[in-house]
């Protein structure tokens, strides 16, 4: 079973940084895209960043110029690098993977389980 595994989540000040780690339990045949999305209390989870299978890369406006999303293929790792915290980025942050774990197989939507980011001072 396909696990994805997020870190890096916690308090931090505005202005603070933080960096998450999404770590693949499986090597993928291949990859359309890996994200993040973000969801905060009464609100529907969005788009945070996005990496989709030729390098290019897609940001929230909300985000653009703070966040920066990146993937170590190596170590089946996707991270996203975030400065300039601001109190509105506060929510639970997900890991999304769209890929194909076989040559055989459907290409499926994971997720992994959340983790808290909170920017509060």
């Known amino acids: 079973q396909v696990q994805l595994v997020e870190s890096g989540g916690g308090l931090v000040q505005p202005g603070g940084s933080l960096r998450l780690s999404c770590v693949a339990s499986?090597?993928?045949?291949?990859?359309?895209?890996m994200g993040w999305f973000r969801q905060a209390p009464g609100k529907q989870r969005e788009l945070v960043a996005q990496?989709?299978?030729?390098?290019?890369?897609n940001y929230a406006d909300s985000v653009k110029g703070r966040f920066a999303i990146s993937r170590d293929s190596t170590k089946n790792t996707t991270y996203l690098q975030m400065i300039s915290l601001k109190p509105e980025d506060t929510a639970v942050y997900y890991c999304?993977?769209?890929?194909?774990?076989?040559?055989?197989?459907?290409?499926?939507?994971?997720w992994g389980q959340g983790t808290q980011v909170t920017v509060s001072s």
């Open positions: 999304n993977l769209v890929a194909q774990l076989g040559r055989w197989e459907t290409e499926r939507s994971y």
């Open positions: 499986e090597t993928f045949f291949s990859i359309r895209a």
């Open positions: 990496i989709i299978s030729r390098g290019a890369t």
